[in-house]
């Protein structure tokens, strides 16, 4: 199963994909990609 994201677009591309990890219904980590490399799948 897959995660939730939130997917930001600047010009048309994907600038950044933020992703959160909740434990015991707590934020535990927030997660930004914005490496181009990265990103090139979405």
Known sequence: MGELA???????RVYSV???Q???GRIT???RVIN???LSRF
Do not use: Q, S
């Open 6 to 12: 939130l997917v930001c677009h600047r010009e048309g």
């Open 29 to 31: 980590a927030y997660r």
């Open 22 to 24: 909740i434990a015991d």
């Open 36 to 38: 181009p490399d990265k």
């Open 18 to 20: 933020d992703t959160v």
